[in-house]
């Protein structure tokens, strides 16, 4: 099976600007998560989808947002970059609550 | 409130030495899971294992255990003769079950292990 893929792989925006990630679940896992990973403050929960449903929010400000699609793809979005959304992006697919998170290799967000 | 500590920063090693990696955490919860996650420099994590609170009995997998002891509240990770491919970041996680906790883990801020040849 393919793995979780991530779409762009690096990234470079200016402050103020919005983006827009992408996440391909593994083939049959219905639940996409979302992480924001920094030097500082290391791994963080964004937010999780399943169905097309989000069922669980990190503690992030609004301008961060996702959705899933119907066939389990997702995307996240942020508004109004600010030089502290620098950070890697990881988008995670599993099968059920409990069962291991399969991660993808991750957006490197740069805001300048 | 569930917390996950990894009190080893960096650990270097010298190629063919064993290593322990520590993982303590914290949870009301009377069910939960633990993982260990490897994150090699090129930054995908990669899963090692799970386990569920109510398993204690340790693993082994090739030149990997994990030792976990509800008694410390410790999730502890060995690599044996260690080599230089082990190098990575090394993260234990925690995951809660409830409607409230879907998709989420807990991580401690990892170990930076390298092992040198």
């Known amino acids: 099976k393919a793995g979780v893929t991530q779409t762009p792989r690096y990234l470079i925006k200016t402050r103020g600007q919005q983006v827009t990630l992408s996440c391909s679940p593994i083939s049959g896992h219905r639940s996409v998560s979302w992480y924001q990973q920094t030097p500082g403050q290391g791994l963080q929960f964004l937010f999780e989808y399943f169905s097309e449903t989000q069922r669980n929010k990190g503690n992030f400000p609004g301008r961060f947002s996702g959705r899933q699609f119907s066939n389990s793809r997702s995307e996240m979005n942020v508004s109004t970059l600010e030089l502290g959304d620098s950070a890697l992006y990881l988008c995670?697919?599993?099968?059920?609550?409990?069962?291991?998170?399969?991660f993808g290799p991750g957006t490197r967000l740069t805001v300048t | 409130a569930q917390k996950v500590t990894q009190a080893q920063t960096e650990i270097s090693v010298v190629e063919k030495e064993d290593v322990t990696l520590d993982c303590v955490y914290e949870t009301r919860d009377t069910t939960y899971y633990l993982f260990w996650y490897k994150q090699p420099p090129s930054g995908e994590l990669v899963f090692l294992i799970r386990r569920n609170s109510f398993d204690e009995q340790n693993e082994i997998s090739g030149r990997y255990s994990w030792n976990f002891q509800k008694s410390t509240s410790s999730f502890n990770f060995t690599i044996t003769a260690s080599q230089v491919v082990d190098s990575a970041v090394y993260f234990c996680a925690l995951s809660v079950r409830g409607s409230s906790n879907t998709g989420k883990l807990i991580f401690g801020q990892g170990t930076t292990l390298q092992v040198k040849p």
């Open positions: 995670a697919s599993s099968l059920e609550q409990g069962a291991p998170l399969y």
